[in-house]
């Protein structure tokens, strides 16, 4: 089940990333590309996935509504696949996540670890989702992909929660992406170079190409219970490209996620 989330109230630099949902579903519609995943699942065929719109977040307690209604979703056996929105919202998703599935593994694809204890004194920037995850204990592992930012402060913080750091400059690392029990996807678009997809607030050089994303996407192996694709900004992106890579990386989450 795919569910909009359009919230960028916690990013740090700029704001465009809640514009992000709608316009990935427009290019996963869109009629240049086929419905097929490069697996062989036809995202076309009716009832293999659906969607349940955006979130209504104007006025509301935005970090109370995700959780509710993600809690929702999975109450109701469904795999919620969150479009954000910046990267704050994994906390509150999962929040629900690990309620129902104890000892998760998330695989984190980032240039940025995203563990700052604070970040210009907010605890809940998107800058620290995954501090607030870990010192919860809503997940047994994180294994984080694609880490090209690492500061003092954050390789402690790793050291401290235990993360798996698979750093840009040692990949592939298609081997380490297995997990024994349920498994979460969370993918943060400036994981990818620049170059691939420029529309993200924080344009940091020196990334994954498209194929290499996708490749230690197909590369996992565990079962997947939920996932979000984060922090797309179209108010940076060039004619849409950043879309249309967002869509495709979209389109191999889901197809992951169906064809098991
Ligand atoms: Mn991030
Ligand atoms: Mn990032």
Request: charged share 20%; hydrophobic share 40%; net charge negative.
């Amino acid at each position: 089940t795919v569910l909009g989330i359009p919230f960028d109230g916690q990013s740090s630099y700029l704001r465009g990333a809640a514009e992000a949902p709608g316009k990935i579903r427009e290019a996963l519609a869109c009629e240049s590309s086929n419905s097929w995943t490069e697996t062989g699942v036809n995202l076309g065929a009716k009832g293999v996935y659906e969607d349940c719109g955006d979130l209504a977040l104007a006025g509301a307690d935005v970090f109370a509504v995700i959780e509710n209604a993600v809690g929702e979703l999975i109450s109701k056996g469904r795999r919620p696949v969150s479009l954000g929105g910046d990267h704050s919202i994994t906390y509150p998703i999962m929040t629900a996540v690990g309620k129902k599935h104890s000892a998760l593994t998330i695989f984190h694809f980032d240039a940025h670890p995203d563990l700052y204890d604070e970040f210009e004194g907010n605890r809940f920037s998107h800058a620290c989702p995954f501090a607030r995850i870990m010192e919860a204990g809503l997940a047994g592992r994180l294994v984080q992909i694609g880490i090209r930012t690492l500061n003092q402060h954050q390789r402690e913080q790793a050291e401290r929660f235990g993360v798996e750091v698979l750093e840009m400059r040692s990949l592939p690392a298609h081997q380490a992406l297995k997990a024994a029990g349920p498994a979460y996807i969370s993918f943060d678009m400036d994981a990818l170079d620049p170059a691939y997809a420029p529309g993200v607030s924080h344009r940091e050089p020196g990334g994954m190409s498209v194929r290499e994303a996708i490749a230690h996407l197909h590369a996992i192996q565990a079962e997947i219970v939920a996932a979000d694709l984060v922090e797309y900004n179209p108010l940076r992106d060039i004619s849409g490209t950043t879309a249309t890579v967002a869509a495709k990386i979209l389109k191999e989450i889901l197809g992951k996620m169906i064809a098991g």
